[in-house]
């Protein structure tokens, strides 16, 4: 099959050209109008003169597939398709002489294509068709243009990126500081290059940390809260033996409004045995500051309340019951450096609306990273106590201070980092 193009300002000069050039053996297989305006005629010549007597019969008794397709109707005909298919017609009904050369088209008596014979219709649709392409490509380019500057833009960003900030950026991340952290702290410290500038950055987060301590021991009456599991008993008894060791055992009371878990307060007990200290249970028959009142000539009055899930319904009245206590009480939240910083805040937006007075940092010996609390209570504002890193009792809890809880972080960051690589390349 042999095909040919032929272009022509409009489509009856298209058509012309393909019958004065191809003859009436030609089938038109698609047009359209080219950017330039011009209109394009693909068409295929495969008529085989050579073909026998008998080939030529069986093929003029038997109907061209072009002429059956040729029959079927089409959205967007062609001027031309009438033409062809008249040819593709006559040729089927007329007699196959073996010595005769194919037919012509003047063989048929097909009247010459006249200028009016061109179907308005068909100039219209191809119009509507290449404006729409042309619509779509032009949609097309606005959003690679787009695409474009958002490469570029981002391509200058981060070719004003300073190497010394970007390193100094990296090192804070791997302390588990959020980026809001992060940003503010290098907004704030111009880096030099020199060996000082790590330690300014820390000195300079240091002074971000809220910190509520003072020279004074925690006296009078204080809450500990917090959900489930984050180590609120444990850090009672801590201080409680503190206490107890310096002023001895007449001056401190343990009290528990924990009455929803079964024996929930037999550990407070335990401790209240072994300091011989008092201890209370808030429960429905009784009231917290008709307790608070009783022990009021204490010096150091510690609450231990229920452990609950921030979803958890009873939640509720454990928290009514801390906002209807008596003014003096102090509450304390306990938040453990393993939690998640998403999970962190989570705590204390539901706890916060108790008016907290503080924060114990708890679990520092158990997290992989102390960053996440360290940039939660420093968004948050929430100032931090004391922090608890074990088990041992009365050690393992100390006043909060802002400097060693950096350095604690600072190396628990490097501790861990070590261990991964340990346990990562097997050495």
């Keep these: 099959m042999q095909i040919r193009r032929f272009r022509a300002p409009d489509m009856r000069q298209a058509i012309r050209k393909v019958r004065d050039a191809v003859g009436p053996d030609a089938v038109i297989l698609s047009n359209q109008r080219l950017a330039t305006g011009e209109i394009e005629i693909v068409a295929a010549l495969d008529y085989d003169g050579s073909l026998p007597s008998s080939m030529a019969e069986k093929k003029a008794s038997t109907p061209s597939p072009r002429s059956a397709q040729a029959k079927r109707p089409e959205q ?7 033409y062809f298919e008249r040819i593709e ?26 200028e009016d014979q061109e179907d308005p219709s068909v100039e219209e649709a191809l119009s509507l068709k290449n404006r729409d392409n042309a619509r779509q490509i032009h949609e ?8 474009r500057d958002m490469l570029e833009q981002q391509t200058a960003a981060n070719s004003k990126v300073n190497p010394i900030e970007a390193q100094a950026r990296e090192k804070l991340k791997r302390l588990g500081l959020s980026d809001t952290v992060v940003s503010r702290l290098l ?30 021991e925690l006296q009078g009456c204080i809450a500990f ?61 009784s009231d917290l500051n008709e307790v608070l009142a009783k022990y009021s000539d204490y010096s150091l009055v510690l609450v231990d309340t229920a452990g609950m899930n921030p979803r958890d319904s009873n939640l509720e009245r454990q928290l009514l ?31 916060s609306q108790v ?45 909060a201070r802002a400097h060693n ?17 340990a346990l990562r390349y097997g050495s």
């Design 140 to 147: 097309m380019e606005l959003e690679l243009q787009h695409v």
């Design 225 to 285: 809260m917090g959900p489930t599991g984050v180590g609120k008993t444990t850090s009672i008894g801590k201080i409680a033996a503190q206490h107890v060791l310096k002023h001895g055992s007449g001056s401190v009371v343990l009290v528990t409004t924990d009455t929803y878990r079964i024996a929930a307060h037999e550990q407070l007990r335990t401790f209240g045995r072994i300091l011989n200290v008092p201890v209370e249970v808030v429960n429905e028959y």
């Design 89 to 114: 017609r006559a040729k089927q009904y007329s007699p196959a002489q073996p010595s005769a050369p194919e037919p012509q088209a003047a063989a048929f008596d097909l009247p010459p294509l006249q």
């Design 355 to 399: 008016q907290l007075d503080g924060c114990v940092l708890s679990k520092l010996d158990e997290s992989a990273s102390l960053g996440e609390a360290i940039s939660v209570v420093v968004e948050e504002g929430l100032p931090v106590v004391y922090i608890a890193d074990g088990q041992r009792i009365p050690d393992d809890i100390e006043p």
């Design 405 to 421: 809880l950096i350095s604690r972080a600072v190396y628990t960051a490097e501790h861990y980092s070590q261990l991964y690589g």
């Design 187 to 216: 907004d704030d410290i111009d880096l030099k290059g020199r060996e000082d500038d790590w330690n300014r950055l820390l000195a300079h987060l240091a002074d971000y940390i809220p910190i509520r301590s003072n020279n004074n």
């Design 321 to 351: 019951m801390m906002k209807r206590a008596r003014v003096g009480l102090k509450k304390l939240l306990v938040l453990p450096c393993t939690s998640q910083r998403q999970v962190l805040k989570t705590v204390i937006d539901v706890y």
């Design 76 to 82: 967007n005909q062609d001027p031309s398709a009438e």
